[in-house]
């Protein structure tokens, strides 16, 4: 099989499987990040409006534990598909449940929001962390397209985004938000039936637990999952009845430190105790420092949902003529450079990889978080700006999200490409959900660096986004100085493929 993929170039020289994969991405990710763009406006604007009227520091918190626990719960569905069901069955289940939610999320009803909510992120941690390891499934560790197929796999995430942030930011205009979040629920079904008929170009691919259980440990995963269920339902069940207590901010704070705290012990489980040689070690050493380069620029990045949204709303001028720009569609931007940008940066690592010139993961991952920090020295200017009382031009978000992109280029894809290369085969679908984890602690810090942005005191936001642009440029410097050393350490993959 793997030989046949190899020689298979039918889809613009990859195999036909990244056609089925990135297909079934780009519709998922239409569902999540049209929805995405509406969440914090939608829970700040008040009652008599249609919304639910929290504070922004509360939407900011609860945007940020929902984003996180999104991306929180790939670590269990990589171990569900690994040992129980499957990547198939995970990709081909979590997509019925997140398109669940989005129709509970359709229901104009405050009391069901967040039960739809829950549902997108459990099916999201199924999906997510699956389909991205069944990509670089496709490929054995030698093959030079690998880098090139996560682009291109990348560029249909944006594509499916750029028709949400459409979509969604439009019938959220036009025809309220509840339409819009309907339109998201269409988006994931189209994607399920894409991915059902075209099945058969991953055939042999993760269609079968990597570690299978007994039988006596599968009844007992299949109950501890069950029991979780029912847990969470009862859960939510007392917080909807005011039984016990819910503090977003505090909660938030909490969760961050809970989920550092988990990505640490999971990865050191797997790096003490799976039984790893010498070599896979190393290349685990060289994947924690890519892990924390991701962790910090999700952080800075995940503004676009928060801050940076609710600037674009209040202190960006939308008015083109008679034409307001809904605010969702700022967030287009990126996925716009991306779709321009991903076959420039396909082609690149191509070429670079052919020279033997090509830079170590990790100084790729440096450079994207630099270039990332860097957006916000723009945002900086443009809230001096806002707090002298104008209202700027919209091309002071469209450059922070064009720097943002090319940061993401950078990094995104090269780390999933890391991941699937570095990682040790056994734990391939765990791996990718410990490092899916990176996105989770990212996103629940920018929540709580949202959460600092009241939009009554505008004279706040240059410090917020100087703040940002120092931390990352730091992480960054750091991490080019151990990539000294991680970088040979990366080389051993191949090592191990050749020998």
Known sequence: M?????????????????????????????????????????????????????????????YGLYT???????????????????????????????????IILAIPSESTFFIGLIFVVLGTGLLKPNIGAMVGQ????????????????????NIGSLIGYGVCGYLQVNMGYHWAFGAAAVGMGLGLIQYKLTLNNIEGVSDKPVVPLTPQAEKKAYTAIVGFI??????????????IGFDPVVVAKQVAVAITTIFLVYFAYIY???NLNADEKKRMGALFLI?????????????????????????????????????????????????????????????LG????EPSYSVKCA????????????????????????????????????????????????????????????????MMGVFVLTYSMGSIIAGIFAGKFDPEQVDQMPGLYLQITYFSVAIGIVLLLLSLKTGKWEKLAEKEEAS
């Not at 990589?78 to 997140?98: E, M, N, P, S």
């Not at 009862?234 to 039984?243: A, F, G, K, P, R």
């Not at 321009?340 to 940066?345: A, G, T």
Request: with cysteine; charged share 10%.
């Open 2 to 62: 793997t030989i046949e993929r190899e020689n298979d170039t039918r889809f613009v020289g990859h195999p036909m499987g990244l056609l089925t994969l990135a297909g079934t991405e780009m519709w998922e990710r239409m569902s999540y990040y049209g929805m995405r763009a509406l969440l914090v406006l939608f829970m700040v604007l008040a009652l008599e409006e249609g919304g639910l009227g929290l504070t922004v520091a509360t939407a900011s918190a609860i």
């Open 68 to 102: 996180g626990a999104v991306y929180f719960f790939g670590l269990p569905g990589g171990w569900i598909a690994d040992r129980l069901i499957g990547g198939q069955k995970a990709v081909f289940y979590g997509g019925i449940i997140i398109m669940i939610g989005h």
């Open 138 to 157: 496709l490929y054995s560790p030698t093959d030079s397209r690998r880098d090139s197929a996560y682009t291109i796999y990348y560029m249909g995430i």
């Open 230 to 243: 029912i847990g969470l339902a009862v859960l939510t069940v007392l917080i909807y009845t005011n039984v």
């Open 272 to 274: 003490f105790g799976g």
């Open 291 to 351: 892990c924390l380069a991701s962790t910090c620029f999700w952080a800075g990045f995940e503004q676009a949902g928060s801050s940076l949204n609710l600037f674009g709303q209040d202190y960006t001028q939308r008015m083109i003529g008679d034409f307001e720009i809904p605010p969702a569609w700022f967030q287009s931007a990126n996925s716009i450079f991306i779709i321009i940008l991903s076959p420039f940066f396909a082609y690149m690592w191509m070429a």
């Open 354 to 357: 052919k020279r033997m010139i």
């Open 367 to 430: 450079v994207g978080l630099i270039i990332m920090a860097s957006g916000f020295i723009v945002m900086f200017f443009a809230a001096q700006l806002a707090a002298s009382g104008l209202k700027v031009a919209p091309y002071w978000l469209v450059a922070t999200y064009f720097l943002h992109t090319v940061g993401e280029l950078w990094l995104s894809p090269v780390a999933l490409s890391a991941v699937s290369k570095l990682s040790p085969k056994r734990f391939a679908g765990q």
